[in-house]
């Protein structure tokens, strides 16, 4: 139902939004009618308990039929969302005009109308908003799609002639560990060819990783130190793909390759609460514009796509103590059953 426009009713967030914005119409509706001071508080107390009521019930009765309305075309199920509202603040019209009125035969239909054309004008355009707000955050996952498909499509040049150096120097001295190298670099360029995943399991992303970091380790032998802090648990948690490994090639490129005396790579993976973080840290980059600029370019892709997948529960930020430089990514914990 990630294609239905109306947000999840029946998360406690979408129904907080909707009464706070609710109240707020109330609020300028009771400032509207008085005709003493700045606020009709009678009315607005009335008006308050009429509409939490009807918003509250109304969402409750979408949340229930939210799998039937999402199969339902735009059109249909605009019309019937309007038309569960409509029933809704009906009955409970005619439920407050039998308390605050309760004389037998006696029903102000004029009021009931002026009420339930308010609620059809409210329904629409609340639901108008849902649309474009679905629409556009529909073009910007396929703009990250493109994003994601343009970054797998790339594989850095210096990285590449770098790699196929090394197997070629490799070959006549150690054919074996050449054949292991090719095959890394062949899982390499089989990942960034997979455009159709979203998510994968994080298995798979330090998989890659470790692929990446077997072939540097080849050309920078022991300049290139690494340490490993995985927390047990976590492989099936979701992240996208080319996620973390570019993190690390940033880290091997811009910390390592540049010190004659190298340094060391630390990812580290752990959970907290219902969040997830991954740490990667490596002695802090030298001042290079462009280094730095395509550094930040990287991070920025890499957060817009986060931010496009999980909204804002996830988190990725830089940052340097002394001479280590580290990037925290935090997601949300969500397993990857595939």
């Known amino acids: 139902m990630r294609d239905f426009f109306v947000p999840d009713l029946c998360r406690v967030r979408s129904v907080f939004m909707l ?46 039929l939210r799998s039937r309305l999402a199969k339902l075309s735009v059109a249909r199920a605009t019309l019937a969302i309007a038309l569960i509202v409509l029933l809704d603040v009906l009955a409970f019209s005619l439920f407050a005009d039998s308390v605050l009125h309760p004389q037998p035969g006696i029903i102000g239909w004029q009021a009931i109308a002026k009420k339930l054309l308010l609620a059809l004008l409210i329904v629409l355009m609340v639901l108008r908003y849902f649309y474009l707000q679905h629409q556009w955050q529909q073009q910007r996952e396929a703009e990250m799609q493109a994003h994601l498909t343009a970054l797998q499509a790339r594989i850095q040049p210096h990285f590449l002639f770098n790699s196929m150096n090394t ?32 998510l994968i399991p994080l298995a798979k992303e330090l998989d890659l990783c470790k692929r990446y970091l077997a072939i540097e380790s080849l050309r920078l032998g022991p300049r290139l ?92 930020k830089h940052s340097h103590q002394g001479e280590v430089y580290t990037v925290t990514l935090r997601l949300p914990k969500t397993i990857k059953h595939s």
């Open 167 to 198: 197997i070629a120097s490799l070959i006549a001295t150690d054919p074996e560990l050449a054949e292991d190298a090719v095959l890394d670099l062949s899982e390499l360029f089989r990942a960034s060819l997979r455009t159709g995943d979203q």
């Open 19 to 64: 009464l706070i914005t609710s109240e707020l119409m109330v609020l300028v509706l009771a400032i509207v009618q008085a005709n003493d001071g700045w606020i009709d508080w009678n009315y607005f107390a009335l008006l308050s308990l009429f509409v939490q009521w009807t918003t509250l019930t109304s969402a409750a009765l979408i949340c229930l």
């Open 225 to 316: 130190k690494l340490e490993w802090h995985i927390a047990d648990g976590l492989e099936r948690q979701a992240i996208p793909p080319l996620t973390l490994q570019p993190l690390v090639e940033n880290a091997v490129y811009h910390g390592i390759q540049p010190r004659p005396e190298g340094g060391t790579v630390r990812i580290e993976v752990e959970e907290r609460g219902s969040f997830v973080y991954l740490l990667v840290q490596n002695p802090k980059p030298k001042e290079d514009c462009d280094q730095h600029k395509g550094n930040r370019m990287a991070l920025s892709n890499i957060q817009a796509r986060l931010h496009a997948l999980f909204g804002e529960a996830s988190v990725l």
